[in-house]
C-alpha cells in the first residue's frame, strides 16, 4: 500500500506560468516532508521541504504548501523555466519506527514548454 | 569536495552472478540509504544504517546484502536471489532525522 502518493504522473506547463504539483499521504505519523527534482540517469537533488509544524515554505521560486487535516501538500513552481523541466519526486520521513527514512512517491514528470 | 560516490555507472552482469555496487561518501554523515528505482515507480528503500557496523531491512530487503564497516562506506550486494535486480540504484546519505538526503549519481544495473 503506497503511503506517499503522486496521481500525476506527467504535467505539461507553458514557460512563465506556475507548476503545480501535488502529493498525498496516509501515515498520520509522517512529520517531515521533502521534495527532490531528478534528471535521467542522476541522482535526485534535494529542492525543499517542510516541517508539519508549518503550512508553508518558500525559497526563490520553490513554495511548498502542507495541509496536514488533508494529508496533502504540493509544490508551486513560479515562474516555471524550461530547466525546471524533471522528474519530481516528493517525499516523507517521520520519527520512531523508520528512523526517519523517506519513502518517496512515484514521482511526477514535469515538462515546461517554450 | 564533499559529497556522494556510487561507482561504477553502468554495470552488466550475467544472471546467476553477485554483484557488488559501491557507496561512499565524505559528508560525515551517519546515516546511509540505499534505494532502486524502476520506471514507472518511486524509490523504494532496500537498506539503511544509521550508525556504523548497524543496518537494517527496507521495503525491498530480498535478495540484497549490505554492509557498513566504515562510516564512509555503505556497498550493496545484488545477490543471485534477486529475481529482477535490473534496475537503477542509488545510495544516499543523511545527517540525522529532518535532514534531507544526499545522493549519488547512481549505478545502472543491468543482468543479461
Known amino acids: 500500500d503506497q503511503q506517499v502518493k503522486q496521481n500525476s504522473p506527467s504535467l505539461s506547463v507553458q514557460e512563465g506560468r506556475i507548476s503545480i504539483l501535488n502529493c498525498d499521504y496516509t501515515n498520520s505519523m509522517f512529520d517531515y516532508f521533502l521534495w527532490y527534482k531528478k534528471y535521467p540517469a542522476e541522482g535526485p537533488t534535494f529542492l525543499i521541504s517542510?516541517?508539519?509544524?508549518?503550512d508553508k515554505n518558500e525559497d526563490g521560486r520553490f513554495t511548498v504548501f502542507l495541509n496536514k487535516s488533508a494529508k496533502h501538500l504540493s509544490l508551486h513552481i513560479v515562474p516555471s523555466q524550461p530547466g525546471d523541466s524533471a522528474v519530481y519526486f516528493c517525499a516523507a520521513s517521520s520519527y520512531g519506527g523508520s528512523q526517519g527514512n523517506l519513502i518517496f512517491g512515484k514521482g511526477t514528470k514535469l515538462s515546461v514548454k517554450p | 569536495d564533499g559529497g556522494i560516490t556510487q561507482s561504477p555507472k553502468y554495470l552488466f552482469r550475467k544472471e546467476g552472478q553477485n554483484v557488488t555496487l559501491s557507496c561512499e561518501q565524505n559528508l560525515n554523515h551517519d546515516a546511509m540509504y540505499w534505494y532502486r528505482q524502476d520506471p514507472g515507480q518511486g524509490l523504494r528503500l532496500i537498506y539503511y544504517s544509521q550508525i556504523v557496523n548497524d543496518f537494517q531491512k527496507g521495503d525491498i530487503a530480498e535478495g540484497y546484502s549490505v554492509s557498513r564497516e566504515k562510516k564512509e562506506s555503505f556497498p550493496l550486494t545484488v545477490t543471485s536471489a534477486q529475481k529482477n535486480p535490473t534496475a537503477f540504484y542509488l545510495c544516499a546519505s543523511s545527517n540525522g532525522r529532518d535532514s534531507e538526503a544526499f545522493f549519488g549519481q547512481g549505478t545502472r544495473l543491468t543482468v543479461v
Open positions: 517542510i516541517s508539519s509544524i508549518k
